[in-house]
């Protein structure tokens, strides 16, 4: 065993006693990561079994996507004391990295669950229905605006918060519902984003929890107007009446091949109803 431990490998066969390709081995050399015991006149490289261990841990750190200046200051100060350092740094990365994945996962839930209720979706459906409260970030906009305005608006609010995107967001529009009485169906005032949580931000508002006439559109966004004649002539034949906004929440446009083909939830608050959790009803 001594006699090996003296021994002097060539490039190949370290890399090869080790399972990396020798450019590898090369590389970390020319970066002056792992340097070769010995290197002669021919520029041959040659190693020995005492830098095994060096280069296992230089190899475990980089499974463990270590940065490579990471890994060389701690070979530089290779101690217990660095060693726990590097672990409590790692162990930290991995944790954000698992954090979002945990996100990204229940991004991809809630658009799964989208896509599959589309697929179901009645669009000519009047239904009422119960509607927890949300947290909304209003964007102001105006009826000039156009939607194609108001998506630069909330992709720029999106990148400048750093808020994910559109899709893991859920957004749309808001206009009085006192202007659709007064037969104004243009009368918009602001976009929305829509979030799971909130922490009391500047911009913020609650959509109240309680029951809701809701119905759809399928169609460009820009003519939404076009739904509610008969979902107003709908509620006042049934003795309903709404207060606050309307909210009009595009749906999962990402599946939509064409403009037309987008379909846009409206929501109207009924009158006297928010606050309460219970019930639905399917109306056509």
């Known amino acids: 065993m001594t006699a090996e431990k003296g021994r002097l490998f060539s490039i190949g066969q370290f890399a090869a006693l080790h399972g990396v390709n020798k450019k590898t081995l090369m590389w ?14 021919n520029g ?3 190693y020995t079994y005492f830098q095994s261990a060096t280069l296992e841990a230089i190899l475990l750190l980089r499974e463990l996507d ?6 060389r200051s701690f070979l530089d100060d290779r101690s217990a004391q660095s ?5 409590d740094e ?4 991995v944790n954000r990295k698992l954090a979002r994945l945990k996100e990204l996962r229940r991004t991809m ?40 305005q108001d998506i630069r608006t909330l992709v720029s609010a999106l990148h400048s918060r750093k808020l994910g995107n559109l899709y893991s967001a859920g957004y ?15 009368d918009y005032r602001y976009v929305f984003l829509r979030f799971p949580a909130s922490g009391g931000k500047r911009g913020e508002h609650e959509k109240p929890g309680g029951r809701y006439l809701r119905a759809y559109y399928r169609g460009n966004v820009n003519r939404v107007s076009e739904r509610y004649p008969a979902l107003l002539a709908f509620a006042r ?42 019930g639905r009803s399917m109306v056509k």
């Open 90 to 93: 790692q162990l930290d990365a």
């Open 44 to 46: 041959y490289r040659y």
């Open 66 to 71: 270590v940065p490579v200046a990471r890994i």
């Open 237 to 278: 034949g049934r003795g309903l009446s709404f207060t606050g906004y309307a909210y009009e929440t595009v749906l999962h446009e990402m599946a939509a091949a064409t403009s037309d083909a987008c379909i846009t939830r409206i929501e109207l608050a009924l009158t006297g109803e928010t606050g309460c959790q219970s």
């Open 172 to 186: 749309g529009a808001m206009l009085p519902v006192q202007s659709l009485l007064d037969g104004d169906y243009q």
């Open 83 to 87: 060693l726990e350092a590097l672990w």
């Open 109 to 148: 839930q809630a658009q799964a669950n989208e896509t599959k209720a589309l697929l179901e979706l009645d669009t000519g459906s009047i239904e009422i229905v119960t509607c927890p409260p949300e947290r909304l970030m209003l964007l102001p906009t105006t009826r000039e605006a156009g939607w194609e």
């Open 28 to 41: 970390y050399d020319e970066i002056g990561l792992f340097c070769p015991a010995v290197v002669k006149e």
